[in-house]
Nanobody, 126 residues
Framework: QVQLVESGGGLVQPGGSLRLSCVVSGFTLDYYAIGWFRQAPGKEREGVAG????????DYADSVKDRFTISRDNTKNTVYLEMNNLKAEDTAAYFC???????????????????WGQGTQVTVSS
């Protein structure tokens, strides 16, 4: 029922910026979280940032805490990931997802998410 479509990926030089968008359609609940995840070749999928409207909670992975910002536009049903000061290690396929996360838990565990977008590639290279 819920569909998520990511966009905004591309090739950027180290130190550059990108903004990813995730358009959410279908039925959603304000106590469900929306998260951004990434997976690089040969590595496991990891949570990057998560947001939940019901309690205004946001979480970030330590590796992106001071560089990335997650936000939402409820009118447009869109969640954004603003990525600044990009590094080579940020290179990955980025996915948005939604699911229920227990209160008190961080919004970064991919096993908590049940609906996923198709992904958008981010490549950071000089």
């Amino acid at each position: 029922q819920v569909q998520l479509v990511e966009s905004g990926g591309g090739l950027v030089q180290p130190g550059g910026s990108l903004r990813l968008s995730c358009v959410v359609s279908g039925f959603t609940l304000d106590y469900y979280a929306i998260g951004w995840f990434r997976q690089a070749p040969g590595k496991e999928r990891e949570g990057v940032a998560g947001i939940r409207s019901s309690d205004s909670r946001v979480d970030y992975a330590d590796s992106v805490k001071d560089r990335f910002t997650i936000s939402r536009d409820n009118t447009k049903n869109t969640v954004y990931l603003e990525m600044n000061n990009l590094k080579a290690e940020d290179t990955a396929a980025y996915f948005c997802a939604t699911g229920y996360v227990s209160h008190g838990s961080r919004l970064l565990d991919p096993d908590d998410y049940t609906a996923w977008g198709q992904g958008t590639q981010v490549t950071v290279s000089s």
